[in-house]
């Protein structure tokens, strides 16, 4: 790019970041280094130079984004400290979020036990062992109040990471806040609710894809006419990672999802300016410290372009791609527990860097068992000291320009467009024969069928285990420095006494409540099932009426059925 271009996307920059400035938007703050340098709050090319293929790279705030969505970086807004946190009973959580926000979180992100998951209630004989393990149990509204007492949810971002029965416990988490005294414009949040992630990674459905997907998009449909703050999709490339994918893997998988929920709306007619700025992503951050913070500049630059030129965006807003960040589970060991501390400081830096919107630090002990409350101040200290001592917020994409880092953010983008280029091809996606579903959504339905995203993930996780063990790749304490003076440490264990008075509790509510109201609004949600209704007010009805998870998907699956994974070969 010419000097000169150059030059006029610097000003234009200056305009947005002094626009900022002017509306209060960016922060009071000691924007020195440690030493009492200043520093400016973005970098580039000395002015009058020329940098060949810039346009890639940019200013902070304009198209492509890869350097950021907005001009002002992180001196506008830090990252939301969202610590993903559930364990045992609605009660428990809820003095564990009550600790996260006293000690400085700024927002709330739910884990769910495996009944909940999969929209199972607690005393279904399914559940038996496994009630409050591996997050909360949640079995009706009832325990969403407890859950959030003492928390404005009007005044609370609340993420919940369930996808399966999603679009249910949404319906659950609104009356909560309904009887908290807020209707459902005043929420804010996301939900996850990708149901191609679990088909392709995590295993967590519930029906076959096309009941999901109407859910989907039914709630797309709700969110865009009434609850203009809230995210009804939280599209996931973390469990794609956490399966043992590439980076590349990760960010074009989880991107083709993305691609396939913009068809959905635009399939119910929603203009893509209006609900694509509700569609917001989560992806792993990886110990690979470079390859990380390129995959997420690619994966905005890639957003930002595939939303304009191929889906017709023309609002900023809608090209912008939001996403939350999470610490790799996969790659915290057993041995020597707290080599885990630096691993995911690393690994957090690498997301800070990247341009992240929120972060969830794990905990030292995760890989062991649900975080005990030390280890789990430990993990949100280790947000803070980035966020106060480092000085990595003073600077929008303070790695912008680097050559290694640009390199490596094209050679990502180049992998994943490959990748998108074989989806669409599965699809059967042809110049003038494009599938009235949309041709990525054919081809990651048709991939889904045929075992190929299992199959991709399954050889990446293969040639990286192989490379593990034969030497190429290293793990302290696992296969090197495996010399330790440390003890084992004490876990955090659910007590069986959970499951037995949580399912207790269950029994008690479900005589205390209507039962006539309970089963009428099940019985209109049986029929409502089977037509073309939104069901989102019908399921809001059962919700309010204490119907429970169970109840609800039983009804779901009597219409339309369970999904079996074909076996491959």
Same mark, same amino acid.
């Given at each position: 790019?010419?000097a000169?271009?150059?030059?006029g996307?610097?000003?234009?920059?200056?305009?947005?970041?002094?626009?900022a400035?002017?509306? +209060?938007?960016?922060?009071?703050?000691?924007?020195?280094?440690?030493?009492?340098?200043?520093?400016?709050?973005?970098?580039?090319?000395?002015?009058?130079?020329? @940098?060949?293929?810039?346009?890639r790279?940019?200013?902070?705030?304009?198209?492509?984004?890869?350097?950021?969505?907005?001009?002002?970086?992180?001196?506008?807004?830090?990252w939301?400290?969202r610590?993903?946190?559930?364990?045992?009973?609605?009660?428990?959580?809820?003095?564990?979020?009550?600790?996260i926000?006293?000690?400085?979180?700024?927002?709330?992100?739910?884990?769910?036990?495996?009944?909940? *998951?999969?929209?199972?209630?607690?005393?279904?004989?399914?559940?038996?062992?496994?009630?409050?393990?591996?997050?909360?149990?949640?079995?009706?509204?009832?325990?969403?109040?407890?859950?959030f007492?003492?928390?404005?949810?009007?005044?609370?971002?609340?993420?919940?990471?369930?996808?399966?029965?999603?679009?249910?416990?949404?319906?659950m @988490?609104?009356?909560?806040?309904?009887r908290?005294?807020?209707?459902?414009?005043?929420?804010? +949040?996301?939900?996850?609710?990708d149901?191609?992630?679990?088909?392709?990674?995590?295993?967590?459905?519930?029906?076959?894809?096309?009941?999901?997907?109407?859910?989907?998009g039914? *709630?797309?449909? @709700?969110?865009?006419?009434?609850?203009?703050?809230?995210?009804?999709?939280?599209?996931?490339g973390?469990?794609?990672?956490?399966?043992?994918?590439?980076?590349?893997?990760?960010?074009?998988?989880?991107?083709?999802?993305?691609?396939?929920?913009?068809?959905?709306?635009?399939?119910?007619?929603?203009?893509?300016?209006?609900?694509?700025?509700?569609?917001?992503?989560?992806?792993?951050?990886?110990?690979?410290?470079f390859?990380?913070?390129a995959?997420?500049?690619?994966?905005?630059?890639?957003?930002?372009?595939?939303?304009?030129?191929? @889906?017709?965006?023309?609002?900023?807003?809608?090209?912008?791609?939001?996403?939350?960040?999470?610490?790799?589970?996969?790659?915290?060991?057993?041995?020597?527990?707290?080599?885990?501390?630096?691993?995911?400081?690393?690994e $957090?830096?690498?997301?800070?860097?990247?341009?992240?919107?929120?972060?969830?630090?794990?905990?030292?002990?995760?890989?062991?068992?649900?975080?005990?409350?030390?280890?789990?101040?430990?993990?949100?200290?280790?947000?803070?000291?980035?966020?106060?001592?480092?000085g990595?917020?003073?600077?929008?994409?303070?790695?912008?320009?680097?050559?290694?880092?640009?390199?490596?953010?094209?050679?990502?983008? $180049?992998?994943a467009?490959?990748?998108?280029?074989?989806?669409?091809?599965?699809?059967?996606?042809?110049? +003038?024969?494009?599938?009235?579903?949309?041709?990525?959504? $054919?081809?990651?339905?048709? +991939?889904?069928?045929?075992?190929?995203?299992t199959?991709e993930?399954?050889?990446?996780?293969?040639?990286?285990?192989?490379?593990?063990?034969?030497?190429?790749?290293?793990?302290?304490?696992?296969?090197?420095?495996?010399?330790?003076?440390?003890?084992?440490?004490?876990i955090?264990?659910?007590?069986?006494?959970?499951e037995?008075?949580?399912?207790?509790? *269950?029994?008690?509510?479900?005589?205390?409540?209507?039962?006539?109201?309970?089963?009428?609004?099940?019985?209109?949600?049986t029929? $409502?099932?089977?037509?073309?209704?939104?069901?989102?007010?019908?399921?809001?009805?059962?919700?309010?009426?204490?119907a429970?998870?169970?109840?609800?998907?039983?009804?779901?699956?009597?219409?339309?059925?369970?999904?079996?994974?074909?076996?491959?070969?």
């Open positions: 790019m010419d000169e271009h150059i030059d996307g610097r000003q234009r920059w200056a305009r947005r970041y002094e626009e400035r002017e509306r +209060g938007r960016v922060r009071e703050a000691d924007f020195t280094t440690l030493s009492g340098l200043e520093v400016e709050p973005v970098y580039g090319p000395p002015a009058g130079t020329e @940098y060949p293929g810039f346009d790279i940019g200013w902070p705030g304009e198209y492509p984004f890869t350097r950021g969505i907005h001009a002002t970086g992180y001196r506008g807004k830090t939301t400290i610590q993903f946190a559930g364990f045992g009973n609605a009660q428990q959580t809820n003095e564990r979020y009550r600790m926000l006293e000690s400085g979180g700024g927002g709330l992100s739910v884990a769910f036990d495996m009944p909940t *998951l999969m929209g199972r209630d607690s005393d279904d004989p399914l559940a038996h062992g496994e009630v409050g393990h591996c997050g909360v149990a949640i079995d009706s509204t009832a325990d969403m109040d407890v859950l007492d003492s928390i404005p949810l009007g005044q609370t971002t609340t993420s919940m990471t369930i996808s399966g029965p999603a679009v249910p416990i949404f319906c @988490y609104v009356a909560a806040a309904e908290q005294g807020f209707a459902a414009k005043d929420l804010d +949040g996301t939900l996850q609710t149901i191609y992630k679990e088909y392709i990674a995590q295993k967590e459905w519930l029906f076959p894809p096309e009941p999901h997907l109407r859910l989907i039914d *709630l797309m449909e @709700y969110v865009d006419a009434e609850m203009p703050r809230y995210k009804p999709l939280s599209v996931s973390y469990h794609i990672r956490e399966a043992g994918s590439t980076a590349a893997q990760e960010l074009a998988f989880t991107l083709a999802d993305g691609f396939a929920y913009v068809e959905l709306g635009k399939s119910r007619g929603l203009d893509v300016n209006s609900f694509a700025p509700g569609l917001s992503f989560f992806f792993d951050a990886h110990v690979d410290f390859e990380e913070i995959k997420f500049r690619a994966a905005r630059r890639i957003w930002a372009r595939w939303l304009r030129d191929v @889906y017709g965006a023309s609002d900023e807003r809608a090209m912008w791609l939001r996403f939350h960040t999470q610490t790799a589970g996969v790659s915290l060991t057993g041995p020597q527990p707290f080599n885990n501390v630096v691993r995911t400081a690393i $957090a830096l690498a997301g800070v860097l990247g341009g992240t919107n929120s972060l969830h630090t794990n905990a030292l002990d995760e890989v062991l068992a649900l975080p005990t409350a030390q280890a789990a101040e430990i993990a949100l200290r280790t947000q803070q000291v980035i966020m106060m001592e480092t990595v917020a003073n600077v929008a994409d303070p790695l912008g320009g680097s050559w290694y880092l640009e390199a490596l953010t094209d050679r990502i983008e $180049a992998q467009e490959e990748i998108f280029a074989t989806i669409l091809k599965m699809g059967g996606a042809t110049e +003038g024969n494009q599938h009235a579903i949309g041709p990525m959504t $054919a081809g990651i339905l048709r +991939g889904i069928e045929d075992g190929w995203f199959g993930i399954a050889d990446a996780s293969f040639a990286f285990q192989q490379a593990v063990e034969d030497g190429r790749k290293h793990q302290v304490g696992v296969t090197a420095h495996t010399d330790t003076i440390t003890e084992p440490l004490e955090l264990r659910i007590s069986h006494e959970v037995r008075q949580q399912v207790q509790q *269950l029994a008690s509510r479900r005589l205390a409540r209507n039962e006539e109201a309970v089963q009428s609004t099940l019985m209109r949600l029929h $409502a099932a089977g037509t073309d209704e939104n069901l989102i007010p019908v399921l809001l009805d059962a919700a309010r009426a204490e429970t998870l169970g109840e609800i998907c039983g009804v779901l699956r009597g219409v339309w059925g369970e999904y079996r994974e074909p076996a491959w070969v």
